[in-house]
Protein backbone atom coordinates (compact mmCIF):
# COMPACT_ATOMS: atom_id res chain seq x y z
CA UNK A 1 0.00 0.00 0.00
CA UNK A 2 1.57 3.40 -0.85
CA UNK A 3 0.23 4.97 1.98
CA UNK A 4 1.53 2.29 4.60
CA UNK A 5 3.77 5.39 6.22
CA UNK A 6 2.37 8.71 5.00
CA UNK A 7 3.88 12.33 6.28
CA UNK A 8 1.54 15.02 6.24
CA UNK A 9 4.02 17.96 6.34
CA UNK A 10 3.08 22.01 6.27
CA UNK A 11 5.96 23.49 4.68
CA UNK A 12 8.58 24.94 6.82
CA UNK A 13 9.28 28.63 6.86
CA UNK A 14 10.55 30.41 3.63
CA UNK A 15 13.34 33.22 4.04
CA UNK A 16 12.28 33.49 7.91
CA UNK A 17 8.66 34.36 6.95
CA UNK A 18 5.50 31.83 7.76
CA UNK A 19 2.50 31.56 5.92
CA UNK A 20 -1.19 29.86 6.00
CA UNK A 21 -1.55 27.19 4.10
CA UNK A 22 -5.06 26.23 4.59
CA UNK A 23 -8.04 26.10 1.83
CA UNK A 24 -7.93 29.46 0.15
CA UNK A 25 -6.11 30.78 2.87
CA UNK A 26 -2.64 31.74 1.39
CA UNK A 27 -1.42 34.88 3.51
CA UNK A 28 1.55 35.67 5.94
CA UNK A 29 1.35 35.17 9.26
CA UNK A 30 1.27 38.95 10.01
CA UNK A 31 -1.67 39.67 7.81
CA UNK A 32 -4.26 38.10 10.78
CA UNK A 33 -1.09 37.87 13.52
CA UNK A 34 -1.09 33.85 13.30
CA UNK A 35 -0.80 31.18 11.01
CA UNK A 36 -3.80 28.78 11.26
CA UNK A 37 -3.53 25.41 12.72
CA UNK A 38 -3.16 22.54 9.96
CA UNK A 39 -7.18 21.90 9.64
CA UNK A 40 -7.11 20.07 6.52
CA UNK A 41 -3.73 17.59 7.34
CA UNK A 42 -5.66 17.14 10.79
CA UNK A 43 -8.24 15.41 9.21
CA UNK A 44 -6.45 13.70 6.55
CA UNK A 45 -4.33 12.03 9.69
CA UNK A 46 -7.80 10.71 11.16
CA UNK A 47 -8.94 9.28 7.79
CA UNK A 48 -5.22 7.42 7.01
CA UNK A 49 -4.97 6.25 10.21
CA UNK A 50 -9.30 5.02 10.24
CA UNK A 51 -7.82 3.64 7.16
CA UNK A 52 -4.74 1.67 8.48
CA UNK A 53 -2.12 3.76 7.70
CA UNK A 54 0.91 4.94 9.51
CA UNK A 55 0.80 8.88 10.24
CA UNK A 56 3.24 11.45 11.01
CA UNK A 57 2.11 15.15 10.88
CA UNK A 58 4.64 17.37 11.44
CA UNK A 59 3.83 21.20 11.34
CA UNK A 60 7.25 22.94 10.12
CA UNK A 61 6.05 26.34 10.02
CA UNK A 62 4.48 26.18 13.49
CA UNK A 63 7.36 24.43 14.92
CA UNK A 64 10.03 26.84 13.05
CA UNK A 65 11.45 23.36 11.85
CA UNK A 66 13.93 23.34 8.86
CA UNK A 67 14.17 20.18 6.62
CA UNK A 68 17.01 18.62 8.36
CA UNK A 69 15.49 18.76 11.45
CA UNK A 70 12.57 17.25 10.30
CA UNK A 71 14.56 14.53 8.60
CA UNK A 72 16.25 14.17 12.55
CA UNK A 73 13.43 13.51 14.09
CA UNK A 74 11.48 11.28 11.48
CA UNK A 75 14.86 9.47 11.68
CA UNK A 76 14.94 9.31 15.68
CA UNK A 77 11.53 8.08 15.38
CA UNK A 78 12.15 5.20 13.22
CA UNK A 79 9.68 6.73 10.54
CA UNK A 80 10.41 6.39 6.68
CA UNK A 81 7.95 7.53 4.65
CA UNK A 82 6.56 5.77 2.04
CA UNK A 83 4.07 8.52 0.71
CA UNK A 84 4.75 12.43 1.65
CA UNK A 85 1.59 15.02 1.22
CA UNK A 86 1.64 18.67 1.88
CA UNK A 87 -0.36 21.52 1.59
CA UNK A 88 1.08 24.05 -0.62
CA UNK A 89 -0.48 27.77 -1.81
CA UNK A 90 -0.03 30.07 -4.60
CA UNK A 91 2.77 32.37 -3.47
CA UNK A 92 4.45 29.59 -1.91
CA UNK A 93 4.27 26.52 -4.30
CA UNK A 94 7.72 26.96 -5.81
CA UNK A 95 9.52 27.15 -2.35
CA UNK A 96 7.42 24.49 -0.88
CA UNK A 97 8.28 22.51 -3.56
CA UNK A 98 12.22 22.64 -3.33
CA UNK A 99 11.78 22.46 0.42
CA UNK A 100 9.92 18.95 -0.03
CA UNK A 101 12.15 17.63 -2.33
CA UNK A 102 14.80 17.55 -0.04
CA UNK A 103 12.12 14.84 1.78
CA UNK A 104 11.82 13.06 -1.92
CA UNK A 105 15.69 12.48 -2.19
CA UNK A 106 16.07 11.27 1.01
CA UNK A 107 13.28 8.39 1.27
CA UNK A 108 12.54 8.16 -2.01
CA UNK A 109 8.94 8.77 -1.58
CA UNK A 110 6.65 10.55 -3.72
CA UNK A 111 5.58 14.10 -3.09
CA UNK A 112 2.13 14.56 -3.66
CA UNK A 113 0.11 18.35 -2.74
CA UNK A 114 -3.22 20.35 -2.34
CA UNK A 115 -4.46 24.03 -2.44
CA UNK A 116 -6.09 26.59 -4.41
CA UNK A 117 -3.07 26.79 -7.06
CA UNK A 118 -4.02 23.15 -8.18
CA UNK A 119 -7.78 23.56 -7.85
CA UNK A 120 -7.67 27.01 -10.07
CA UNK A 121 -4.66 26.38 -13.00
CA UNK A 122 -3.10 22.96 -11.95
CA UNK A 123 -1.21 21.67 -15.43
CA UNK A 124 0.62 25.58 -14.65
CA UNK A 125 0.98 24.38 -11.03
CA UNK A 126 2.59 21.60 -12.32
CA UNK A 127 5.05 23.43 -14.42
CA UNK A 128 6.00 25.58 -11.60
CA UNK A 129 6.77 22.82 -9.24
CA UNK A 130 8.82 19.97 -11.28
CA UNK A 131 9.99 17.95 -8.09
CA UNK A 132 6.18 17.16 -7.27
CA UNK A 133 4.67 13.65 -9.09
CA UNK A 134 0.89 15.03 -8.65
CA UNK A 135 -1.58 17.40 -7.21
CA UNK A 136 -5.39 16.86 -6.10
CA UNK A 137 -7.85 19.07 -7.72
CA UNK A 138 -10.71 20.44 -5.61
CA UNK A 139 -11.02 18.58 -2.06
CA UNK A 140 -8.62 16.12 -1.52
CA UNK A 141 -9.75 14.26 1.06
CA UNK A 142 -11.56 11.35 -1.10
CA UNK A 143 -8.30 11.42 -3.03
CA UNK A 144 -5.61 11.06 -0.47
CA UNK A 145 -7.58 8.11 0.76
CA UNK A 146 -7.23 6.79 -2.45
CA UNK A 147 -3.90 7.27 -3.23
CA UNK A 148 -3.06 6.17 -0.06
CA UNK A 149 -4.49 2.56 -0.79
CA UNK A 150 -2.82 2.04 -4.17
CA UNK A 151 -0.22 -0.32 -4.40
CA UNK A 152 2.27 1.25 -6.63
CA UNK A 153 3.04 4.88 -7.94
CA UNK A 154 2.10 3.14 -11.55
CA UNK A 155 -1.53 3.17 -10.32
CA UNK A 156 -1.74 7.28 -10.98
CA UNK A 157 -4.20 6.95 -13.36
CA UNK A 158 -7.01 5.54 -10.95
CA UNK A 159 -7.42 8.57 -9.09
CA UNK A 160 -10.11 10.78 -11.03
CA UNK A 161 -9.07 14.25 -8.91
CA UNK A 162 -5.48 14.18 -9.43
CA UNK A 163 -3.16 15.95 -12.08
CA UNK A 164 0.25 13.81 -12.08
CA UNK A 165 3.45 13.06 -13.92
CA UNK A 166 3.94 10.10 -16.78
CA UNK A 167 7.31 10.24 -18.10
CA UNK A 168 7.81 13.98 -17.63
CA UNK A 169 4.64 14.58 -19.24
CA UNK A 170 1.22 16.27 -17.03
CA UNK A 171 -1.71 14.21 -17.24
CA UNK A 172 -4.91 16.03 -16.33
CA UNK A 173 -6.98 15.38 -13.99
CA UNK A 174 -10.66 13.87 -15.10
CA UNK A 175 -12.80 14.81 -12.09
CA UNK A 176 -13.13 17.80 -9.67
CA UNK A 177 -12.49 16.31 -6.15
CA UNK A 178 -15.59 16.81 -3.67
CA UNK A 179 -15.08 15.52 -0.15
CA UNK A 180 -17.99 12.66 0.10
CA UNK A 181 -17.89 11.84 3.80
CA UNK A 182 -18.01 15.63 4.72
CA UNK A 183 -21.47 15.60 6.46
CA UNK A 184 -19.84 12.91 8.88
CA UNK A 185 -16.69 13.51 8.90
CA UNK A 186 -14.43 11.79 12.15
CA UNK A 187 -12.87 14.02 13.93
CA UNK A 188 -9.47 15.50 13.12
CA UNK A 189 -6.20 13.84 14.28
CA UNK A 190 -5.16 17.33 16.71
CA UNK A 191 -2.98 14.66 18.67
CA UNK A 192 -0.50 14.84 15.96
CA UNK A 193 -0.69 18.48 16.47
CA UNK A 194 1.32 20.49 18.75
CA UNK A 195 -1.68 23.28 19.34
CA UNK A 196 0.07 25.21 21.66
CA UNK A 197 2.19 26.60 19.05
CA UNK A 198 -1.50 28.59 17.92
CA UNK A 199 -1.63 31.53 19.43
CA UNK A 200 -4.77 33.78 19.24
CA UNK A 201 -3.72 37.60 19.17
CA UNK A 202 -5.44 38.90 21.83
CA UNK A 203 -6.56 35.99 24.10
CA UNK A 204 -2.54 34.49 23.08
CA UNK A 205 -4.34 31.07 23.83
CA UNK A 206 -4.40 28.11 21.63
CA UNK A 207 -7.35 27.43 18.96
CA UNK A 208 -8.74 25.00 16.65
CA UNK A 209 -10.52 24.66 13.66
CA UNK A 210 -14.23 23.69 13.45
CA UNK A 211 -15.51 23.02 9.86
CA UNK A 212 -19.01 24.39 9.37
CA UNK A 213 -19.92 23.97 5.74
CA UNK A 214 -18.40 23.79 2.29
CA UNK A 215 -19.05 25.49 -0.95
CA UNK A 216 -20.21 29.55 -1.27
CA UNK A 217 -22.35 30.20 -3.42
CA UNK A 218 -21.72 33.74 -4.00
CA UNK A 219 -19.42 35.02 -7.38
CA UNK A 220 -16.91 37.09 -5.67
CA UNK A 221 -14.67 37.48 -8.60
CA UNK A 222 -11.43 37.94 -6.86
CA UNK A 223 -12.21 34.59 -4.89
CA UNK A 224 -10.93 31.25 -5.54
CA UNK A 225 -13.02 29.75 -2.77
CA UNK A 226 -16.06 28.40 -5.16
CA UNK A 227 -13.24 27.32 -7.74
CA UNK A 228 -11.54 25.23 -5.01
CA UNK A 229 -15.12 23.55 -3.22
CA UNK A 230 -17.60 24.57 -5.68
CA UNK A 231 -20.74 26.58 -5.36
CA UNK A 232 -23.14 24.12 -3.67
CA UNK A 233 -23.65 24.88 -0.28
CA UNK A 234 -22.94 21.99 1.67
CA UNK A 235 -23.66 21.97 6.13
CA UNK A 236 -23.01 19.56 8.75
CA UNK A 237 -25.51 19.26 11.18
CA UNK A 238 -25.16 21.43 14.55
CA UNK A 239 -25.02 18.17 16.62
CA UNK A 240 -21.80 17.06 14.95
CA UNK A 241 -20.55 20.68 15.27
CA UNK A 242 -21.29 21.23 18.99
CA UNK A 243 -20.25 17.58 19.74
CA UNK A 244 -16.71 18.35 18.27
CA UNK A 245 -16.12 21.74 20.32
CA UNK A 246 -17.14 19.89 23.41
CA UNK A 247 -14.75 17.15 22.68
CA UNK A 248 -12.07 19.57 22.09
CA UNK A 249 -12.54 21.37 24.97
CA UNK A 250 -13.39 18.19 27.06
CA UNK A 251 -9.75 16.45 25.40
CA UNK A 252 -7.76 19.16 24.77
CA UNK A 253 -8.88 22.36 27.07
CA UNK A 254 -10.00 24.71 23.98
CA UNK A 255 -11.54 27.44 24.48
CA UNK A 256 -11.41 29.48 21.51
CA UNK A 257 -12.53 27.64 18.23
CA UNK A 258 -12.19 29.28 14.62
CA UNK A 259 -15.66 28.05 12.83
CA UNK A 260 -14.38 27.01 9.25
CA UNK A 261 -16.75 28.40 6.52
CA UNK A 262 -16.58 30.71 3.89
CA UNK A 263 -19.98 32.38 5.35
CA UNK A 264 -21.05 30.38 8.62
CA UNK A 265 -23.78 32.06 9.12
CA UNK A 266 -25.46 31.91 5.73
CA UNK A 267 -28.45 29.13 6.72
CA UNK A 268 -29.64 31.38 9.49
CA UNK A 269 -32.27 28.45 10.16
CA UNK A 270 -29.44 25.65 10.32
CA UNK A 271 -27.21 28.51 12.55
CA UNK A 272 -30.38 29.25 14.49
CA UNK A 273 -30.19 25.62 15.19
CA UNK A 274 -26.81 25.32 15.86
CA UNK A 275 -26.88 27.85 18.94
CA UNK A 276 -29.19 26.62 20.52
CA UNK A 277 -27.26 23.21 20.77
CA UNK A 278 -24.39 25.31 22.46
CA UNK A 279 -26.22 27.60 24.41
CA UNK A 280 -27.99 24.33 25.73
CA UNK A 281 -24.90 22.50 26.67
CA UNK A 282 -23.54 25.52 28.41
CA UNK A 283 -19.74 25.49 27.23
CA UNK A 284 -17.64 27.70 28.35
CA UNK A 285 -16.45 28.47 25.13
CA UNK A 286 -15.84 31.02 22.68
CA UNK A 287 -16.35 30.98 18.51
CA UNK A 288 -15.43 33.57 15.67
CA UNK A 289 -15.71 33.11 12.04
CA UNK A 290 -16.41 34.72 8.69
CA UNK A 291 -19.94 35.74 8.13
CA UNK A 292 -21.70 38.56 5.25
CA UNK A 293 -23.14 41.73 6.38
CA UNK A 294 -26.56 40.81 4.78
CA UNK A 295 -26.72 37.74 7.53
CA UNK A 296 -26.79 39.80 10.49
CA UNK A 297 -29.65 42.25 9.83
CA UNK A 298 -31.95 40.64 12.47
CA UNK A 299 -31.06 41.84 15.67
CA UNK A 300 -32.25 38.80 17.35
CA UNK A 301 -30.34 36.77 15.55
CA UNK A 302 -27.39 38.59 16.59
CA UNK A 303 -27.73 38.38 20.18
CA UNK A 304 -28.61 34.98 20.04
CA UNK A 305 -24.75 34.50 18.39
CA UNK A 306 -23.24 36.29 21.16
CA UNK A 307 -25.68 33.88 23.68
CA UNK A 308 -23.79 31.05 22.06
CA UNK A 309 -20.33 32.28 22.84
CA UNK A 310 -19.85 34.32 19.17
CA UNK A 311 -16.27 36.38 19.89
CA UNK A 312 -15.55 38.17 16.81
CA UNK A 313 -16.61 37.74 13.02
CA UNK A 314 -15.04 39.31 10.10
CA UNK A 315 -17.01 41.03 7.53
CA UNK A 316 -15.79 41.75 3.60
CA UNK A 317 -16.69 45.01 3.26
CA UNK A 318 -14.36 45.49 -0.29
CA UNK A 319 -15.09 49.06 -1.16
CA UNK A 320 -17.00 52.17 0.14
CA UNK A 321 -18.05 52.42 -3.57
CA UNK A 322 -21.69 50.82 -4.68
CA UNK A 323 -20.41 50.41 -8.29
CA UNK A 324 -16.77 48.74 -7.05
CA UNK A 325 -18.33 46.21 -5.22
CA UNK A 326 -21.01 45.69 -8.55
CA UNK A 327 -17.98 44.99 -10.50
CA UNK A 328 -16.62 42.49 -8.34
CA UNK A 329 -20.13 40.76 -8.14
CA UNK A 330 -20.76 41.42 -4.41
CA UNK A 331 -23.71 42.08 -3.90
CA UNK A 332 -23.54 43.59 -0.87
CA UNK A 333 -26.09 46.48 0.24
CA UNK A 334 -25.02 49.66 2.04
CA UNK A 335 -27.92 50.05 4.62
CA UNK A 336 -27.62 46.28 5.16
CA UNK A 337 -23.40 47.00 5.61
CA UNK A 338 -24.17 49.26 8.31
CA UNK A 339 -27.19 47.45 10.26
CA UNK A 340 -24.77 44.17 10.83
CA UNK A 341 -22.33 46.74 12.50
CA UNK A 342 -24.93 48.00 14.69
CA UNK A 343 -26.59 44.72 15.60
CA UNK A 344 -23.21 43.12 16.41
CA UNK A 345 -22.01 46.42 18.81
CA UNK A 346 -25.38 46.41 20.30
CA UNK A 347 -24.64 42.23 20.94
CA UNK A 348 -21.34 42.89 22.31
CA UNK A 349 -19.54 41.05 19.13
CA UNK A 350 -16.39 42.35 18.02
CA UNK A 351 -16.14 43.20 14.49
CA UNK A 352 -13.27 42.84 11.74
CA UNK A 353 -13.71 44.48 8.44
CA UNK A 354 -11.91 43.55 5.42
CA UNK A 355 -11.19 46.07 2.56
CA UNK A 356 -9.79 45.93 -1.24
CA UNK A 357 -7.63 48.18 -2.41
CA UNK A 358 -6.75 48.69 -6.72
CA UNK A 359 -8.94 46.75 -7.66
CA UNK A 360 -9.54 47.54 -11.97
CA UNK A 361 -11.21 50.82 -12.25
CA UNK A 362 -10.46 52.48 -8.98
CA UNK A 363 -8.83 56.09 -8.54
CA UNK A 364 -7.28 57.48 -6.19
CA UNK A 365 -10.20 59.08 -4.85
CA UNK A 366 -11.96 55.83 -4.30
CA UNK A 367 -9.69 54.56 -2.37
CA UNK A 368 -9.11 57.63 -0.26
CA UNK A 369 -13.17 57.22 -0.26
CA UNK A 370 -13.02 53.47 1.26
CA UNK A 371 -10.42 54.72 4.14
CA UNK A 372 -13.49 57.22 5.08
CA UNK A 373 -15.80 54.38 4.84
CA UNK A 374 -13.66 52.17 7.13
CA UNK A 375 -13.51 55.34 9.83
CA UNK A 376 -17.11 56.01 9.24
CA UNK A 377 -18.19 52.03 9.96
CA UNK A 378 -15.40 51.85 12.90
CA UNK A 379 -15.39 48.10 13.18
CA UNK A 380 -13.23 47.06 16.38
CA UNK A 381 -10.45 45.82 13.79
CA UNK A 382 -9.75 46.39 10.27
CA UNK A 383 -7.34 45.02 7.38
CA UNK A 384 -6.81 46.46 3.88
CA UNK A 385 -5.55 44.36 1.06
CA UNK A 386 -4.40 44.88 -2.56
CA UNK A 387 -6.58 43.39 -5.11
CA UNK A 388 -4.56 39.86 -5.87
CA UNK A 389 -5.41 38.74 -9.34
CA UNK A 390 -5.28 34.66 -8.23
CA UNK A 391 -4.68 32.65 -11.20
CA UNK A 392 -7.63 31.15 -12.47
CA UNK A 393 -10.47 33.29 -11.04
CA UNK A 394 -12.52 35.90 -13.19
CA UNK A 395 -10.46 38.71 -11.88
CA UNK A 396 -7.52 36.96 -13.17
CA UNK A 397 -8.95 36.37 -16.46
CA UNK A 398 -10.52 39.85 -16.54
CA UNK A 399 -6.95 41.70 -16.09
CA UNK A 400 -5.24 39.11 -18.07
CA UNK A 401 -8.47 39.91 -21.58
CA UNK A 402 -7.55 43.68 -20.76
CA UNK A 403 -4.25 43.54 -20.17
CA UNK A 404 -3.85 45.28 -16.37
CA UNK A 405 -1.24 42.37 -15.46
CA UNK A 406 2.11 44.03 -14.58
CA UNK A 407 4.94 42.47 -15.41
CA UNK A 408 5.58 41.30 -12.24
CA UNK A 409 2.02 39.20 -12.37
CA UNK A 410 4.27 36.02 -13.83
CA UNK A 411 6.11 35.63 -10.74
CA UNK A 412 3.70 33.64 -8.38
CA UNK A 413 5.55 34.26 -5.42
CA UNK A 414 3.84 37.71 -5.34
CA UNK A 415 0.85 36.58 -5.60
CA UNK A 416 0.01 37.42 -2.21
CA UNK A 417 -1.14 40.97 -0.20
CA UNK A 418 2.83 42.09 0.18
CA UNK A 419 2.44 42.98 -3.46
CA UNK A 420 0.26 45.00 -5.76
CA UNK A 421 0.95 43.65 -9.58
CA UNK A 422 -1.84 45.50 -11.59
CA UNK A 423 -1.53 48.28 -13.59
CA UNK A 424 -4.83 50.15 -14.01
CA UNK A 425 -6.65 53.58 -14.29
CA UNK A 426 -3.37 54.98 -13.61
CA UNK A 427 -2.25 52.87 -10.20
CA UNK A 428 0.44 51.33 -9.82
CA UNK A 429 1.86 48.93 -6.68
CA UNK A 430 3.65 52.33 -5.29
CA UNK A 431 0.21 53.99 -5.08
CA UNK A 432 -2.04 51.20 -4.16
CA UNK A 433 0.43 49.77 -0.98
CA UNK A 434 1.15 53.44 0.04
CA UNK A 435 -2.80 54.10 -0.10
CA UNK A 436 -2.88 50.69 2.21
CA UNK A 437 -0.19 52.14 4.51
CA UNK A 438 -2.34 55.29 4.72
CA UNK A 439 -5.49 53.78 5.52
CA UNK A 440 -3.46 51.63 8.58
CA UNK A 441 -2.44 54.66 10.27
CA UNK A 442 -6.46 56.78 9.34
CA UNK A 443 -7.80 54.23 11.25
CA UNK A 444 -5.53 53.18 13.87
CA UNK A 445 -4.18 55.69 15.03
CA UNK A 446 -7.72 57.86 15.46
CA UNK A 447 -7.54 58.77 18.94
CA UNK A 448 -10.92 57.66 20.35
CA UNK A 449 -9.26 54.29 18.70
CA UNK A 450 -6.52 54.25 20.68
CA UNK A 451 -8.47 55.53 24.13
CA UNK A 452 -11.21 52.57 23.37
CA UNK A 453 -8.55 49.90 22.33
CA UNK A 454 -6.27 50.70 24.36
CA UNK A 455 -6.46 47.02 26.40
CA UNK A 456 -6.22 44.98 23.27
CA UNK A 457 -3.69 47.00 22.09
CA UNK A 458 -1.06 46.01 24.67
CA UNK A 459 -2.06 42.56 24.77
CA UNK A 460 -1.03 42.32 20.87
CA UNK A 461 1.89 44.65 22.16
CA UNK A 462 2.63 42.18 24.58
CA UNK A 463 2.10 38.71 22.98
CA UNK A 464 2.59 39.32 19.25
CA UNK A 465 5.68 41.74 19.54
CA UNK A 466 7.83 40.34 16.45
CA UNK A 467 4.16 40.45 14.10
CA UNK A 468 2.97 44.03 15.90
CA UNK A 469 6.73 45.24 14.50
CA UNK A 470 6.59 43.81 11.32
CA UNK A 471 3.62 45.72 10.66
CA UNK A 472 4.19 48.88 12.35
CA UNK A 473 7.11 48.99 10.78
CA UNK A 474 6.06 48.61 7.02
CA UNK A 475 2.97 50.79 7.78
CA UNK A 476 4.94 53.84 9.68
CA UNK A 477 8.58 53.39 8.07
CA UNK A 478 8.63 51.86 5.06
CA UNK A 479 10.41 48.86 6.06
CA UNK A 480 11.06 46.56 2.84
CA UNK A 481 8.72 43.33 2.38
CA UNK A 482 11.08 39.95 2.92
CA UNK A 483 11.27 38.31 -0.02
CA UNK A 484 9.75 34.76 -0.37
CA UNK A 485 11.20 33.59 -4.45
CA UNK A 486 12.55 30.60 -4.33
CA UNK A 487 16.78 30.71 -3.65
CA UNK A 488 18.56 31.96 -6.66
CA UNK A 489 15.26 33.80 -8.31
CA UNK A 490 15.97 37.60 -9.24
CA UNK A 491 15.45 39.67 -5.83
CA UNK A 492 14.21 43.57 -6.58
CA UNK A 493 12.75 43.89 -2.34
CA UNK A 494 10.22 46.29 -2.15
CA UNK A 495 9.39 49.69 0.04
CA UNK A 496 6.77 51.32 0.16
CA UNK A 497 5.71 54.70 2.66
Known amino acids: MLGRYT ?26 GTTKPPYTPALLGSLLRNAGCDVRLIDATAERLTIDDVIARLDADGFRPTLIVFPSTTPTLQADAEAMALL ?17 SAAESMARAEPVDGMFVGEPEDGV ?11 LGDVASLTWRRDGAVVPHRAHGTFSGFADMPYPAWDLVALERYALPLVNKPYVIVETSRGCPYTCDFCV ?38 TVTLNVKAFTA ?19 ADNLTDPAFVHRLKRAGCWMLALGIESESDEVRKDMTKRLER ?52 AVPYPGTALYERCLRDG ?66 QVLSRTLFGSRVVDTRPAGAPVKAASYR
Not at 22 to 27: A, L, P, S, T, Y
Not at 104 to 120: D, E, L, M, N, V
Not at 422 to 442: F, P, Y
Request: glycine residues 6%; proline residues 5%.
Open 7 to 32: LLINPPLINGVAFTRQGRCQEREEVL
Open 104 to 120: KQRYQAPIFCFGPHAST
Open 145 to 155: LQLAALESIER
Open 225 to 262: APIHQGHKFRERSAKMLVDEIERGYRERGIEFFYLWGD
Open 274 to 292: FCDELIARNLPIHWFGNAR
Open 335 to 386: QKIQAAFQNMRQAGIKSFAFFIFGYPGETPDTMDHTIEYAVKLDPDFANFYP
Open 404 to 469: LLGPAADDWAKMEYSYYLLRSNGLDEQIVMEAINRAKRRFFLRPGYVVRHAGDVARLALTKQAIVW
